[in-house]
């Protein structure tokens, strides 16, 4: 019998996976060259599937890296020259924030406690930072920042450039890219594909801030995949490096999928789900939601602190096939983690909650 996968990431495969991937190798796909005509469509698909599904303006670009934290290191070297901003409440805002540490900038931080969340009131941001990072979803603590705050706080400084880490949440989140300058996922979380390929969108601004930066003589932008190359690369489809030409093909038909249900209707079904669980959760003796405040609660990452011993919950799952995640670093003895992600259902949700109440 399969497993059902509530990981974070990687998470249950979306269903219509395995029959994209049948396609693309009875195209081909891993083997076309990323000069060809063909591969300049493929990228033009996925292009225009994941601009329907975000709501995507011309303005910004879409761009394929590694991973989603390979985007950390490039937003930082591309569009900081001196100064970073950093909302920082979990192990992936921190790992953003060392990532500009590591690279010389000067830092600025604002933390929460584990479990805490940030709404717009309770930020300033430093007056020299030249870009504010944050996660949309942190998805060590099960915590979300509402995008109506982070469109609040845009507002509130204009000028500087806005960077969201919409790892762990893309589609979900309705940010508004009038305003939003750039952000990032990778595919092995809520588009439900195995781990290998990561989205940056970056705005005009963005390639302005770079292009600026790259005249200095005492500053470097880096050498791979800096935002120039990869700009003047995407105008016609292209990419610097060799790329992950099957998972691009990929990523543009399952976002043709959501896009066929509806992000509206796949926002929905999400909340929804994310609904019944903590209401579980709120009703339950022997579990808690670890996030108190409702409008931090995470709609696609839920945290559930445990009465036994987490392993043994999650060892009781396993045996009936439901593959929960474990608690983050020091809370993987009294926490799991509960993916609710558009590859499972909400019958599979309601599942594994009778397994829970066990
Ligand atoms: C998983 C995750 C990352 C890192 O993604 P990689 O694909 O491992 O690079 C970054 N931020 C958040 C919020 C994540 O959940």
């Known amino acids: 019998?399969?497993?059902?996968?509530?990981?974070?990431?990687?998470?249950?495969?979306?269903?219509?996976?395995?029959?994209?991937?049948?396609?693309?190798?009875?195209?081909?796909?891993?083997?076309?060259?990323?000069?060809?005509?063909?591969?300049?469509?493929?990228?033009?698909?996925?292009?225009?599937?994941?601009?329907?599904?975000?709501s995507i303006p011309a303005t910004h670009g879409i761009f394929f890296?590694?991973?989603?934290?390979?985007?950390?290191?490039?937003?930082?070297?591309?569009?900081?020259?001196?100064?970073?901003?950093?909302?920082?409440?979990?192990?992936?805002?921190?790992?953003?924030?060392?990532?500009a540490v590591a690279l010389h900038k000067h830092t600025h931080v604002l933390e929460k406690p584990f479990g805490e969340g940030f709404d717009a009131a309770d930020i300033q941001v430093p007056e020299y930072a030249e870009v504010v990072c944050?996660?949309?979803?942190?998805?060590?603590?099960?915590?979300?920042?509402?995008?109506?705050?982070?469109?609040?706080?845009?507002r509130k400084y204009p000028k500087k450039l806005f960077c969201v880490?919409?790892?762990?949440?893309?589609?979900?989140?309705?940010?508004?890219?009038?305003?939003?300058?750039?952000?990032?996922?990778?595919?092995?979380?809520?588009?439900?594909?195995?781990?290998?390929?990561?989205?940056?969108?970056?705005?005009?601004?963005?390639?302005?801030?770079?292009?600026q930066l790259q005249k200095s003589d005492t500053l470097t932008i880096g050498a791979h995949h800096t935002l120039p190359t990869l700009w003047k690369q995407y105008k016609t489809f292209e990419t610097p490096a060799t790329p992950n030409a099957l998972f691009i093909y990929l990523l543009g038909k399952?976002?043709?999928?959501f896009n066929r249900i509806g992000i509206e209707t796949i926002r929905k079904q999400t909340e929804e789900k994310a609904r019944t669980i903590y209401k579980f959760l709120d009703s339950s003796d022997t579990y808690q939601s670890f996030v108190k405040q409702e409008r931090h609660r995470s709609q696609t990452v839920v945290v559930a602190t445990t009465q036994k011993p987490a392993a043994e919950v999650i060892a009781a799952a396993k045996m009936k096939h439901m593959i929960v995640g474990s608690g983050y670093g020091k809370f993987k003895e009294s926490q799991i983690r509960i993916a609710n992600f558009p590859a499972t259902s909400a019958e599979q949700i309601s599942a594994l909650i009778e397994q829970l109440k066990q």
């Open 1 to 54: 019998m399969q497993n059902t996968y509530f990981t974070p990431g990687p998470a249950e495969l979306y269903p219509t996976f395995q029959q994209h991937l049948q396609v693309a190798m009875d195209e081909q796909i891993g083997s076309i060259s990323h000069r060809s005509q063909r591969f300049r469509d493929i990228y033009k698909f996925t292009d225009e599937q994941l601009r329907i599904l975000l």
């Open 65 to 99: 890296m590694g991973s989603a934290s390979e985007v950390w290191e490039r937003m930082l070297l591309n569009c900081v020259e001196h100064e970073s901003f950093h909302l920082v409440n979990g192990s992936f805002s921190q790992k953003f924030y060392d990532y």
């Open 134 to 154: 944050l996660a949309q979803n942190e998805t060590s603590s099960g915590v979300q920042m509402k995008t109506s705050e982070i469109h609040k706080l845009k």
């Open 165 to 211: 880490d919409m790892v762990s949440s893309a589609p979900y989140p309705d940010l508004d890219f009038g305003i939003i300058d750039s952000a990032f996922f990778s595919v092995q979380k809520a588009f439900g594909m195995p781990a290998g390929l990561g989205v940056w969108i970056a705005s005009e601004a963005c390639l302005a801030k770079a292009e």
């Open 254 to 257: 399952i976002a043709e999928d």
